[in-house]
Structure formats: C-alpha cells, structure tokens
C-alpha cells in the first residue's frame, strides 16, 4: 500500500505541467543558493591546482571576446551608416538595460546544460533573452521565477537551444550539441577552424551582433557529402562563470 | 531508522551532488550510493519510504529533466533490491559495488526513457557513456560512504551479519 502511493505521488509529478514542477527546482535552489554556490567555490578552488594547458585564461579570453564584439559591432554600424546615410544614425546599445546576475549552480557537462542564475533586478527579466558571460553570450533565459529572483538560462550547447548566428557571414542556425558544443549543419562551404560565429541581430532581444563561440571542428556531413557540418565551441569558460550579465534591449520605465 | 538524520544526511548529499560535485567532470552519484545503502541496511517499509525520497531529491536537482522520472525510478528499483535483498543479502563490499553499478545504470537509463516517453525530453546520444562512467565511479566510491552513513542515521551495519552466524 505505502508502495503504491507512493508511486502515485511520482506519477503526479510526472504529469504535473513542467511549469510548475520547474518552480520547485528553482525554489529548492533559491533556498540553498548559500551552500550550492560555497560548493561550487570550494571545488574551482580545488581544480587551480591543475597545470596550466596553454589555453587562453579568463581574462584574456575574456578580453579577446570584447575586441572580437567590438570590431562586428564598428563593422556592422559601418555598414548600417553607409546604408542609411544621410539618416540618423543610433548607437547599438542605447536604451538597452543589462541585469547583472550571479550563477548559482551549473549543468554544463551533459547534453542538457543551463545555469541557474540568480539576478539583483527585480523587474524586466523574461523568456528568451539573451545572457552574457565573459563578453560572449552564453544562452537565452528560459525560465524566470521573479518572486525568488531567480532564473534559469539555457546555454546555446544545451540539446534543445536553437539559436540564429552569422558564420562565415551566412546567416544559419546553431543547434545544441550532446556535450559542451554546438553544431552548425549543412554549411554549404568549407569553414576555417577559429573562425568566430556571432549571435544573430533579434528584434526585441539583441540590436547588435555578439560572439557566441568559436569554430573547432569542420567536417563533411555523411549523409550529403557536398556540405559541411560545423561544430562550435563557447567563446568563454562556461564551467568556472561566476557572473553573467542579461540583455533587457526595451526596459520598460519604472 | 532516525528520519531527522535521515532528512539532513539526504539534503546534504543532494546539495553537495548540485553544487561541489557538479563541477567535476567524472563524479559518482551520491544519491544513487544512499539509495543502495538504505535498500540494503533498513527495513523493506523503510526502503520504500527511503528510496522515493531520494528519488523526489534527485528530482529536485535533476533540472533540466522534469520532475517525476527520478522519484519513479528510484522508487521502484529501492524497492526491488530491498526485496531482493530478503533473500539474497548483499554484505560484501564487491557486490555492494555490484549492486550500486547496476542499479545507476538501470535507474538512469529509466529516468531518461520516462522523461522522453512521458515529456518528450531528447534522448542524447552519448547518455550510455554518461550512464556508465557515473555508475562505475559511485560503485567504486559508495561500499566506503556506508558506514559514515550508517553512523549519520543509526544504524547498525552488522546486525545482519550476527543474525546470519547464528
């Protein structure tokens, strides 16, 4: 008998609608935000220890993203002034609102990655915008609980995150991968490995082209060998964020 | 069965498994190394109670997946082994290791097949390779987490033992 209510209680869970059942995940983070985020300082201590790779640090990756943004950006209003010349022309950023967040936990190893984040504004977070960590954006808000201050951020390598980018120029759709990347599929040309792929503009949530990652791997599709499936990896640490900034590009007053 | 030490022993575990242990890249399972603890050390009501709450726990942490699959699955398979264990009783350190690596990889496979029948949830595919490591590692790690388990929660670990010498 204990069994079997048991079960039912699991049953009803399960049935439960996801956008509830997420609210308990949240709160149950919200509540042991302390412990869960001292646990994740206690082990990015522990991993310093470990010998230095050759790889780019934080701060120069860091750094190297805000130059690689900020060249698109002077590239893209160039053009836009050239196009529009003659009208007015507006700064990308102008009006936009940016809600600094800290990361409380971290999903990043498996095919389902996210972050939970914990943000100081009370208002203006909603589904869909874009996040930043280390001047690249890292993924889209996909769930915000606001009486908690907490939200939930679907990073662009999770297996379900779409999200539209400019490689090589061509505008495409970069799927999450099963692991920490992503893939671009059925790239029509060949793309050079390094090459920097960029946030698409989106009416409402960005105004202005953004690193996102950077391309590892290109490699003929095997089903059609005339094109070329691409695979992307983050243009900042993921694993070791502690803050990550959100996009608000129309603030409403107040 | 002390439930207090129970309920503290079980929200450490999963805290420590969402945040410390999140961040390393092979980690073992610390919910699934209790859920075989309490199926083989407590009594078959207490498994029961036991392993559904374990199971709600994983749930609480297993964002992005839904929550349910884990509750369910915990819960049938705690439930199993503690049945199973009437009759064959695990007290050797392999075959606790046995029992964790099996039930890991038996209660992650049925956690990500209920999420994707039941909620759609895309079926990845390097989960058996995930499955796998995590369940190797928490059977090597969890026959040695028994008895500081068995200390948080009162129980004594060889009352199985003296019962089967006599």
């Known amino acids: 008998m204990l069994f079997t209510w048991l079960m039912l209680a699991g049953c009803i869970l399960l049935f439960a609608p996801q956008s509830l059942t997420g609210k308990l995940q949240l709160a ?6 302390w412990p869960l985020s001292l646990g994740g300082n206690v082990a990015l201590t522990a991993r310093t220890q470990q010998s230095y790779d050759g790889d780019l640090g934080g701060g120069e990756a860091r750094l190297r993203n805000y130059i690689v943004n900020l060249e698109q950006t002077l590239d893209q209003q160039r053009k836009k002034f050239q196009g529009l010349y003659g009208k007015y022309n507006t700064y990308v950023w102008e009006g936009a609102d940016w809600v600094s967040a800290g990361v409380i936990t971290r999903a990043v190893d498996g095919p389902r990655n996210e972050l939970t984040i914990d943000y100081r504004k009370k208002k203006g977070l909603a589904e869909g915008q874009y996040v930043l960590g280390g001047e690249s954006v890292v993924g889209t808000i996909s769930d915000v609980f606001p009486q908690m201050r907490t939200a939930r951020v679907k990073l662009f390598t999770d297996a379900t995150s779409k999200i539209p980018v400019l490689l090589a120029g061509v505008p495409n759709i970069l799927k ?4 920490p990347f992503a893939r671009v599929e059925q790239v029509k040309t060949k793309v050079e490995v390094g090459e920097e792929v960029f946030a698409l503009r989106k009416a409402g949530f ?14 003929r599709n095997p089903r059609e060998a005339s094109v070329w499936d691409v695979t992307v990896v983050p243009a900042c640490d993921i694993q070791h964020l502690e803050d990550v900034a959100v996009i608000i590009m129309n603030p409403k007053a107040g | 069965m002390r439930w207090l030490r129970f309920v503290i022993l079980i929200l450490v575990a999963t805290i420590l498994q969402k945040g410390m242990l999140a961040r390393w890249d ?7 190394v209790l859920l075989v603890f309490f199926a083989v050390y407590s009594h078959t009501s207490e498994a029961i109670i036991s392993s559904f ?20 699955s915990f819960g049938l398979l705690g439930t199993l082994l503690a049945y199973v264990h009437r ?6 350190k392999p075959y606790q290791a046995l029992a964790i690596f099996v039930v890991g990889l038996v209660a992650a496979v049925l956690t990500h ?39 948080c929660v009162g129980i004594e670990m060889n009352r199985f033992q003296r019962r089967s010498r006599r």
């Open chain 1, 176 to 179: 999450g991968g099963d692991g």
């Open chain 1, 28 to 33: 149950f983070v919200d509540i042991f935000r």
């Open chain 2, 53 to 72: 709450t374990i199971g709600f726990a994983a749930d609480l942490i297993g964002s992005p997946l839904p929550m349910g699959p884990h509750m369910i």
């Open chain 2, 113 to 151: 097949l209920l999420a994707l029948v039941f909620k759609r949830e895309p079926l990845p595919e390097n989960v058996l390779t995930a499955v796998l490591l995590t369940s190797l590692f928490s059977s090597l790690v969890g026959p040695f987490l028994f008895p500081p388990a068995a200390w």
């Open chain 2, 26 to 32: 092979y980690k073992p399972d610390l919910l699934i």
């Open chain 2, 87 to 92: 009759v064959v009783a695990i007290r050797r």
């Open chain 1, 206 to 219: 960005l105004d202005a082209p953004i690193i996102v990652g950077r391309v590892s791997r290109c490699e």
